[in-house]
């Protein structure tokens, strides 16, 4: 998938372009309404998610994400990106796995040296992939290390800016 970026492109709709390549979603997407759920949410039926994005502080939308997730039987994920743009923060809710939406909140976006994206905990512990394959809950980080977190939260950082300010070319 190629993504176009617009002059006008806000952060926002810059790091939910570069979440929606990580799918490897195709096609053209619709903002959809979702009851609970920020007005920019793209619904991307083939990988069986919603992505949608906010600059408001997290706990907002938090309910409207797990609603979602458990009505629609859809994996939730709601980005939080401010004009800081320290780090992308998320919220994720998988809901298509059997029973109960499993609920992920105060996850960050990290990029792999390998260039994979991924959403992770503030330390260790449950994280979530972003592939063709849509949001897969792995049980692992895909670091071994804080310091390596941290690198992969600042490359997934820098990736965003680089794309919604590329460096001018004399």
């Known amino acids: 998938m190629n993504i176009d970026f617009q002059a006008g492109a806000t952060l926002q709709s ?7 390549q990580a799918l490897a ?7 959809a309404p979702f009851p609970g759920l920020p007005d920019h949410a793209f619904p991307v039926e083939n990988r069986g998610c919603i992505v949608a994005v906010t600059s408001l502080p997290a706990p907002l ?3 409207g994400v797990r609603a979602a997730a458990a009505e629609l039987q859809y ?16 919220d994720v809710t998988l809901g298509l796995m059997p029973g109960e939406p499993f609920v992920l909140g ?4 990290y990029e792999a040296e390998s260039g994979n994206l991924w ?6 512990g449950p994280a979530v992939s972003i592939s063709a ?14 310091d390596q977190r941290v ?8 990736t965003i800016q680089q794309i919604f300010a590329p460096a001018e070319v004399c």
Do not use: C, K
């Open 14 to 20: 810059t790091a939910i372009g570069y979440v929606l």
């Open 25 to 31: 979603a195709s096609g053209t997407y619709d903002l």
């Open 61 to 63: 939308f938090r309910p």
């Open 75 to 90: 994996d939730v994920a709601l980005l939080r990106v401010d004009d800081d743009m320290d780090a992308v923060h998320a």
């Open 106 to 109: 105060g996850m960050a976006l």
């Open 119 to 124: 959403f992770v905990p503030p330390t260790f």
């Open 133 to 146: 394959d849509g949001l897969i809950l792995e049980l692992l980080t895909p670091y071994d290390t804080l």
């Open 151 to 158: 690198a992969g939260v600042a490359r997934a950082r820098e």
